[in-house]
């Protein structure tokens, strides 16, 4: 059985530095594309990710938001590297404030959206166009009548357990970020394990992975273990 990739792009500025980090929480909370797109150092941690993936030959779902709009430059990596494009929801009041925040980002976006996700652990409100509260079973109905899918759930793996049964939606998930696993499920070799009879989703977000050494470590270990192991990625 295979991975699947999910990749959260929240940060249009990454968060490597203050300066980064600062200007990536202004974009997000007043978002303006028009001269963001065209901005140099724009989602070029996200470059960077996309490059590692395409080298490696491994597809994701990347997820964006409206102050991660993908870029020329971004939809030609994600178009070489056979990824696919969702939209990584935040505003999920109700289906007024889903579908205007979904066909906002849709509008920007030359790439086709197939899926979404819900941004955030359910609980921090995360910025100023953040409904908190996770609320799954409203967005399969919202995923169903706009004709996308809702493959991916916000619950943190606790053991290998949870992925049995895995098809069409994996409520659960396991972070290839280390600081955020659970202590009960979080090793590598025992993930592989679970990979070899279920179908595992793991997450990363590519400004963690630019900025913080062992989750690029463990993104590659990841990657060297399920080749040890033949573990393919799948979409
Ligand atoms: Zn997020």
Known sequence: MPLVLRVDVD??????????AVRSKLSENYWYPDWVLFNRNYLSQLARFIQHCNNEKISGHFYFRMCTIPNQHITQLMQEGGHK???????????????SEYDNVAKHCTI?????????????????????????DKYRKWADEIGVDFRFGNELCTSSEDFIGNKNFYPKIFWIEPDYRDESFSSLEELIESAKNNLVPVLI???????????????????????KNDIDWVL
């Open 11 to 20: 940060k249009p500025y990454g968060n490597s530095n203050f300066f980064n």
């Open 85 to 99: 494009a969702g939209v990584h929801l935040e505003n999920t009041r109700d289906f007024s404030t889903f579908k």
């Open 112 to 136: 086709e959206l197939s899926s979404i996700t819900k941004h955030g652990s359910g609980k921090l409100k995360l910025g100023k166009h953040h409904y908190p509260p996770y609320e799954p």
């Open 205 to 227: 977000h590519p400004s963690n992975y630019d900025s913080t050494k062992n989750v690029k470590e463990d993104f590659m270990k990841l990657i060297a273990l399920a080749r």
